[in-house]
Every structure is written in structure tokens, then in C-alpha cells.
């Protein structure tokens, strides 16, 4: 493995790691990418079609189901591992209560949700105006 010069490292060291969390149906979901193998990269690809990089680019651009299925299955098949893709997509519809979970902001704090939200329960309602 190369030796990264100094200054590469020092900024790297600065960095926080990068966390996809996700409450999907109730659970929280925590995708480290700085913890993510080989194995995973390669596994996400066969069965989505998508890279780690793609995947990630799609949860910036165009986090929709199958997006929030493939962290969910990532986490999942740590302990899981012969959980499939497919049975994890097919546990999440449209229908299913999901936060996205902003790591910046205090802790539980949401930056979106996809469902109808209840009040009681703190959920974000995505058509609500912004206070």
C-alpha cells in the first residue's frame, strides 16, 4: 500500500467519516462508508447494478426506494449475510414511514421524510410549508 505524503494525510485526518442514516418503518439505519469492503462494493453491484460511488451519488441526487433498499441491505447483510437485495426491496414501498437522518444537525434531527407524517410521533411532513 502507498505512503501518502503528509499534507494528503493530514487533510484526510480532518474529514469526518461520511454516515447515510436512515429510520426506515421505525429502525435506524447506519451506512459508514469509511466501513464498507470490497466485498460490499462488489455485492452491491451484482445485485443493484449501481457502484458504492453510484449509490452514494443517487442518495445526493435521487434518493428513492430502491436507494434507501440498498443501505438497508448493506447494514443488513453484516449480520445477514445471506439476506438478498431483493427481500429487503420488497419489505420497502412507498407506503413505508422514512427519515432521513441530517449526521450535521443535532442528533435525531430530520432533513426529510417520504410518507405521511403523524405528529404524534415527530415525523416531518414533507408537504408542510418550512417554519
Request: avoid cysteine; proline fraction near 7%.
Amino acid at each position: 500500500m502507498p505512503v501518502q505524503p503528509a499534507r494528503h494525510r493530514a487533510k484526510s485526518q480532518e474529514q469526518q467519516p461520511i454516515e447515510i442514516r436512515l429510520r426506515v418503518d421505525g429502525k435506524l439505519y447506519v451506512f459508514a462508508v469509511d466501513e464498507a469492503s470490497a466485498d460490499d462494493a462488489g455485492a452491491l453491484r451484482r445485485a443493484t447494478g449501481m457502484s458504492l460511488n453510484g449509490l452514494l451519488h443517487a442518495a445526493g441526487e435521487d434518493m428513492d426506494i430502491d436507494v434507501v433498499a440498498a443501505f438497508v441491505w448493506l447494514v443488513r447483510r453484516r449480520d445477514e449475510p445471506r439476506l438478498r437485495y431483493e427481500a429487503v426491496a420488497k419489505e420497502i414501498g412507498y407506503q413505508t414511514p422514512l427519515e432521513f437522518i441530517d449526521p450535521d444537525e443535532q442528533q435525531g434531527s430530520k432533513i426529510r421524510a417520504i410518507s405521511d407524517s403523524d405528529p404524534e410521533d415527530g415525523s416531518v411532513d414533507p408537504t408542510a410549508p418550512a417554519s
